[in-house]
């Protein structure tokens, strides 16, 4: 499966066997590519990510397997701007963490892609972020890029809206954290200060 990354559906004849069963009957050659490139990334995964997501070693691993991002509730889909947050914001049990600034240029680079461009560079960063630890919604993750011709504008502003959004939430937490904090040790100050 890990040999359909970065290919085109006439290169990834090994995989229409395990990808095939899960196509829709009536879908467009951009949505059998996503299913073939989703596959793929979730077939080059480190084993520890599958280990992390509850597979053992022997257990495949399907589309849609896995559970959404600790931080969404689970009936909310995730885009992969929420994971670029995650993986700047260290996670509880991860010791690794990407810097903002390799985030957000990655996610740029990702949101400018023409459909080829897409599938060729999205595994690399789907792969960094699954060696980090990050939870990737598949299922989103799969809507997005099947779509993403006919609307790669919208989708790259979700990714990045999400992204900026999630950040900024950690750094809005840390400020009313702090604020808490003052204002427990000195109510009176904080009151008259205001």
Known sequence: MRSGLRKDLDSVRRMHRLVAPWLPERR??????????????????????LRSAGHSDG???????????????????TSLGTAFAAAVTEG?????EMRAGTAESRLNLLTRQSVNGLHRHLPASVGYLRSLDVEVDWAQLLDDIGSWRSRSGRTSRAWLQDFYRE?????V????EADRRELTANPLEALTSS
């Open 28 to 49: 467009s050659q951009d949505v059998e590519r996503a299913y073939y490139t989703v596959a793929a990334m979730i077939a080059a995964q480190p084993r520890s990510a």
């Open 59 to 77: 257990d495949p691993v399907e589309p849609g397997d896995q559970e959404p991002s600790r931080s969404a509730p689970r009936w909310r889909r």
């Open 92 to 96: 509880p049990g991860r010791e690794k």
């Open 167 to 171: 950040r900024n939430k950690s750094t």
């Open 173 to 176: 937490q840390e400020a009313d």
